[in-house]
């Protein structure tokens, strides 16, 4: 445990709350937001502020060990208390202002951006980890909405009881197989009935009030066969579909070659197939973060009003 939270913290990750099981890191496309230099292919979808969005998570263990991550994995966690959803709320917007102090003397920032970036309107829970392990994730997201703060929320489904309970502004559910052996290929769970939780997790998708996100992200080899999501796609009924390239990064470039990573043309073709054969249309793409985004209808109402 003491090993994998120095890991961590060499990563880049600090962690937050007396028992450490939570975690904040500047995101990448904050740090380009603060110096005019670029924004999040969220900013772009839905209208997210990059230099105002807080990437932590709840829960820094996984019931996963995906091939895909960039973090380490087979690390044993285990706590003997849980932080409240408030103490983690506050220790996060807390260590999230202590970490930006080190851009406000530099000449290429934007001081009406750093201005703004101190009073964080979005958090996105999905910085490591499954989030839904974490006992009181409603909670949480109820605490970051008195703030005022919009919440995605990032889950690999394992967990159905508890996508079935929490009603982000935004629910991810993050999907690379197409079928159990392709799971346990990719994902390497920990227990032997995740496959089935992720389906029952899918189903609910589909049912609830919030907005919700089927992510598949695509590895070169491995799962280029869009007509075998098409099923999950139907069960899951998502309102938006991201189809994204995996990056070679971090602890994946271990498990994987370089040359798993495809390009933003196969990411492309990948998702003309789901338009063709699906009723879901291509709304908009990123090239830098190999993405494009998909949706049952024209996408009026995918940018968030904060």
């Given at each position: 445990m003491s090993q994998y939270k120095e890991i961590l913290k060499k990563q880049g990750d600090h962690l937050v709350g007396k028992n450490e099981h939570s975690a904040v890191k500047l995101c990448y496309w904050l740090k380009k937001s603060l110096r005019d230099e670029g924004e999040c292919y969220k900013s772009k979808f839905y209208g997210i502020a990059s230099h105002r969005c807080i990437q932590m998570t709840p829960y820094i263990g996984c019931n996963q060990n995906c091939i895909i991550c960039w973090r380490?994995?087979?690390?044993?966690t285990s706590f003997d208390e849980m932080d409240s959803p408030e103490e983690i709320v506050e220790a996060s917007i807390k260590e999230q202002r202590r970490i930006l102090t080190g851009y406000k003397g530099s000449y290429r920032t934007n001081m009406s951006k750093y201005e703004d970036a101190v009073n964080p309107k979005h958090a996105a829970i999905s910085l490591i980890g499954e989030p839904t392990l974490y006992p009181y994730l409603e909670d949480?997201?109820?605490?970051?909405g008195k703030r005022g703060l919009t919440t995605f929320v990032v889950s690999n489904g394992t967990k159905p009881e508890v996508i079935e309970e929490i009603n982000p502004t935004q629910l991810y559910i993050s999907l690379e197989s197409f079928d159990e052996e392709m799971y346990k290929k990719m994902?390497?769970?920990?227990?032997n009935d995740m496959w089935e939780k992720v389906l029952e997790s899918l189903k609910i998708l589909g049912e609830k009030r919030c907005r919700t996100v089927l992510r598949i992200t695509l590895v070169r080899g491995l799962n280029f066969e869009p007509e075998r999501f098409i099923p999950l796609i139907e069960l899951a009924s998502p309102d938006y579909i991201e189809v994204k390239a995996y990056m070679h990064l971090g602890y994946s470039r271990?498990?994987?070659?370089r040359d798993r990573?495809?390009?933003?043309?196969?990411v492309k073709d990948f998702s003309r197939i789901l338009d063709d054969e699906t009723d879901y249309?291509?709304?908009d793409d990123a090239e830098k973060s190999r993405v494009v985004l998909l949706s049952k209808d024209k996408g009026?109402?995918?940018m968030i009003d904060f």
């Open positions: 380490p994995t087979g690390m044993k949480l997201i109820v605490e970051y994902c390497r769970p920990n227990g271990y498990r994987l070659e990573m495809p390009t933003h043309g196969e249309s291509i709304l009026e109402d995918r």
